[in-house]
């Protein structure tokens, strides 16, 4: 299977604890977005990379949250001092090198539930 | 930003086809048309976008407005792997590599 992977696939945290996710994305892709989705909503754009480089972070990435993409390849979302509502599901997506209007090739998410 | 409305849910029998609608009254002539659906505990899948013609592939169609305030995605023969939610999303020509921004989008039942 070559699309994107992440893992863990669910993840169930208590209050406080920290958690760190991981996404690999297609091989050659160099755009690597993270989303937060919360029940019956659409996802929300969290943070952006090109290569190793963030370019841009939403105002819903709080000071707990820390992404980093050190070799361009995959990408780490890590959640400190977690609180019940960082329960959501977290979806990694990349895209290709091109022109414009790239799609998006999105995995299956991590679930976390904090308890 | 500009913003797109579509219906909560909508219901289709098997077979039959399927006209998903997006308003975007304030869109810019710039902004491309996305649509993207997300199948139960999958991440999003890509289904079609254009600009201002009519644009078909294999899963879709997508037809718009000529003022292209609004655009319908078209499933010609809809069967029980296409319920979804699909989200119709703008996404502006100087910013083609960035972020999606998603609604709600309208949640399709196909039934038997």
């Known amino acids: 299977d070559t699309g994107v992977s992440q893992d863990p696939r669910h993840k169930i945290t208590k209050r406080g604890q920290n958690v760190t996710f991981r996404c690999d994305p297609i091989s050659e892709h160099n755009r690597l977005y993270w989303y937060r989705q919360t029940?019956?909503?659409?996802?929300?754009?969290?943070?952006?990379?090109?290569?190793?480089?963030?370019?841009?972070?939403?105002?819903?990435?709080?000071?707990?949250?820390?992404?980093?993409?050190?070799?361009?390849?995959?990408?780490?979302?890590?959640?400190?001092?977690?609180?019940?509502?960082?329960?959501?599901?977290?979806?990694?997506?990349?895209s290709p090198p091109s022109g414009g209007q790239e799609t998006q090739y999105f995995g299956p998410g991590t679930r976390l539930l904090v308890l | 930003d500009a913003k797109t409305t579509q219906p909560n849910s909508m219901e289709s029998n098997e077979e039959e086809p399927v006209h998903l609608p997006c308003n975007h009254s304030t869109i810019s002539g710039t902004d491309y048309i996305h649509w993207y659906r997300q199948l139960p505990s999958q991440g999003p899948e890509y289904v079609i976008h254009g600009l201002t013609s009519n644009v078909n592939n294999r899963m879709a169609s997508l037809a718009i407005a000529e003022d292209r305030k609004s655009s319908t995605l078209i499933l010609h023969r809809a069967t029980l792997r296409d319920a979804a939610v699909y989200y119709c999303i703008l996404r502006p020509l100087t910013d083609s590599w960035g972020k999606l921004q998603f609604g709600a989008g309208t949640q399709v039942v196909v039934t038997p």
């Open chain 1, 39 to 94: 029940l019956g909503q659409g996802p929300e754009f969290l943070t952006y990379f090109q290569n190793e480089a963030q370019l841009e972070k939403s105002r819903l990435l709080s000071d707990r949250f820390s992404a980093e993409r050190p070799k361009g390849s995959f990408s780490t979302l890590e959640i400190q001092r977690t609180e019940q509502g960082d329960s959501a599901m977290y979806l990694c997506a990349s």
